[in-house]
């Protein structure tokens, strides 16, 4: 793959990718939760038998209605609200590449998942980012946004919780950015990704979702990090304005024609059970973030973090007292010799000395050890005490 001082694309270079190539014994940058098993899906549908008479010919470009409407009883809304995508990031791609124009701005709260910015430069829409910080908690506030607001801005995409540090976004500050939106950019509309909303902790009920809220809120999901089927490649958007529907169903057509039959059965399967597949991984979430909750405490002489709202990921920064440039050189260059994988946090637009830790991908009884490990690194790449 080449680097970065030569990609020429039109999407950028991520070194995220590396993630779909590279799986070391102790991963903790993967986000999502324990993967299910093709077997784990069959046997909440009853069985082979339940999908062997499944024609595997086009499917509609709106997505299978069978699965658009468990996606409208999630999120409040009617099924033809509902518009399936090959996961969330086509989504936020079909809403930038079919609103801007040039000249036209979309907001994006940062540090956030890769794909959600390179997808809107991809389409070529111009990216105001609004950048949230590690001391004030990542959190987003309608004072953040409003600097960035004109009657240029046509979109205003932030995730409630955040990619990477799980950080939410409350109902009040989501209202509150929609008041000014109307003010000083009147023709915007606000993309809410929702995809690690369903991911609590414990006995902690997830929020409702905030697409009923206003016809201007536009939501995406996927069955991909909560639920545990990130293979299947299905997300989705809620859309409640029907001229902007009918125009990204076209967009859809035009790119990918349909989503797939088999895989968007497969994804109602898992959603039609979700209660069922949440409740057991909300258990596995609640016992990861303690762990790590409890391994921070041991290790705060080494790093700080953001305690997480939601998701099975967090971010951590290294204490700059122990680590200048070299020492953060050395922690990064320790990792795959301590077989260790975690998100650096380049890739979400902080910088090197922040990486995002996922907690429920490996076992919970591997976890310890990858923890142990990356203790082990951290003291071995810090500088003077």
Known sequence: MASNSTWQGRFPYNEIITLLDVN?????????AQDLTFGEILGMAGGASAISDLKIGYGSSAGLLRLRKEIASMSGVA?????TTQG????????AFELCRPGDEVVLATPCFPLARDSLIGAGAAVRECHLTFDQGFK?????IEPLLNTRTKLVSIASPQNPSGVRTSVEDVKAILELMRKKAPGALLFVDETYRDASYGN?????????????????ASVSKAHGAPGLRIGWLTVRDRALRDRLTIAKMNIVLSGSKLDETLAAIVLENREKILSARRGMLADGLAQVATWVDAN???????????????CLRLNAKLFDAAGVARFWSALPKAELQIGDGTWFGENSSVFRLGFSYLPI????QALSALSGVLESAAGPK
């Open 300 to 314: 705060r002489k080494h790093v700080e973090w953001v305690r997480p709202d939601g998701g099975a990921l967090c």
């Open 24 to 32: 070391r014994r102790y991963n903790l940058a993967e986000s999502t």
């Open 88 to 95: 969330t990031s086509l989504g936020l791609f079909l809403l």
């Open 140 to 144: 987003l506030t309608a004072s953040a």
């Open 365 to 368: 009884n591997v976890l310890p």
């Open 79 to 83: 099924p033809e609200d509902v518009l």
């Open 204 to 220: 902690e009920a997830p929020p409702p979702s905030v697409a009923t809220l206003d016809e201007k809120i536009i939501t995406g």
